[in-house]
């Protein structure tokens, strides 16, 4: 129940492609969705988040679709450039022991290839 | 400092030996989270503080692990008797508070190899 099951592992997409990644919960008490970005040797970096209470959010190249009756979310990044090679992680939050905690899907590594 | 700080970046120690991880939090950040990043695994919840009250330990997967936060600043994580699969990049973040439109600031994580 609090598994965030994210696809693929992996990714490669070409300069100038849609690299897009899919992340499905069970936990109807998950309310807040975050995307984060990690490269390597360093810490994740929150990339853009979603409330289920809206279908879509975009911030410049990254776009998060929300499928609430479905229980799925996903990231769509236009455009994808050799810098976006990294990698993915979703997550979602739900109020547990008094406090919010993320529950994290195990990752995508994207690879945008010139 | 600008980010939130953890050190060592690196350690490697004996199997059955304890360690010691440090975290130094964003400075008027409230909450302070731990999570262990295992390879080709997401992120998982250790422990979290929030200011003065009480921590959620409900992540610490053994009592082997325990950690403080002094003066709601300065945060360790203690291993006791390592365990070779303790292994893993331990990651602390820190945020205003415990909301979920306050995004949790990571720092670079330590890196424990237990041998």
């Known amino acids: 129940q609090q598994q965030v099951k994210q696809s693929p592992q992996s990714l490669i997409v070409q300069k100038g492609g849609i690299s897009i990644i899919n992340c499905a919960y069970e936990n109807t008490a998950f309310d807040y969705f975050p995307w984060y970005q990690q490269f390597p040797g360093k810490g994740p970096a929150l990339l853009i988040a979603i409330r289920p209470d809206v279908s879509e959010k975009k911030e410049g190249r990254f776009t998060i679709s929300f499928n609430k009756s479905a229980k799925q979310f996903s990231l769509h990044i236009m455009d994808s450039q050799p810098g976006d090679s990294a990698t993915y992680f979703c997550a979602a939050a739900f109020r547990g022991a008094g406090s919010y905690q993320l529950t994290f899907g195990k990752g995508t590594k994207l690879s945008v290839i010139p | 400092g600008a980010g939130v700080s953890q050190s060592p970046s690196n350690k490697v120690t004996e199997k059955g030996k304890d360690v010691e991880l440090r975290c130094d939090p964003i400075?008027?950040?409230?909450?302070l989270y731990w999570y262990r990043q295992s390879l080709g695994q997401g992120l998982e919840f250790l422990i979290y503080f929030q200011g003065n009250s009480a921590p959620d330990k409900s992540g610490l997967p053994s009592d082997r692990f325990s950690a403080e936060r002094t003066g709601g600043s300065v945060s360790t994580l203690t291993i006791q008797r390592t365990q070779q699969e303790d292994s893993a990049v331990y990651l602390c973040a820190s945020s205003l508070g415990n909301i979920p439109n306050q995004p949790q600031h990571f720092g670079d994580g330590t890196r424990l190899s237990i041998l």
């Open positions: 400075s008027g950040h409230t909450a």
